[in-house]
């Protein structure tokens, strides 16, 4: 199964974190799934350490490089298509990096991993 992991799903799973649910961690753990990291993601991490809001045990691009290879990641680029359901979707979410998530998800038909509820107001499936 193809998964599109959401960013602090990426976080918690790299770092073993113990908010990462049972479901995350064994769907994530399935050498069958084949885990998707959006280049929004990656884009969303490098903006948060840039203005000191997140920060990492080593510089950024050892972090992502490591957690890409290491976790056989998938990397999904963002495309016209996953653009153009933005300019659809309602504002029930308001950051855009979990909207382009979603748009992703939509487009490519497939489950988005991630513990934030308010994504439910989407045609998604999240998985937690």
Do not use: C
């Not at 903006?47 to 510089?59: D, F, Q, R």
């Amino acid at each position: 199964m193809r998964l599109l992991l959401d960013t602090h799903t990426l976080l918690w799973f790299v770092w073993d974190h113990a908010n990462l649910s049972d479901t995350a961690r064994r769907l994530m753990n399935d050498p069958d799934n084949e885990l998707l990291l959006s280049m929004g993601t990656i884009w969303e991490i490098a903006i948060k350490v840039g203005v000191n809001k997140l920060t990492l045990a080593e510089p950024y691009e050892e972090f992502m490089s490591r957690a890409i290879v290491d976790n056989d990641l998938t990397i999904l680029d963002i495309s016209v298509r996953h653009a153009a359901v933005l300019t659809t979707l309602p504002l029930h979410h308001r950051d855009p990096f979990d909207r382009l998530l979603v748009a992703q998800a939509m487009v490519e038909q497939i489950p988005l991993i991630s513990n934030d509820p308010a994504l439910d107001a989407y045609p998604v499936r999240r998985l937690w």
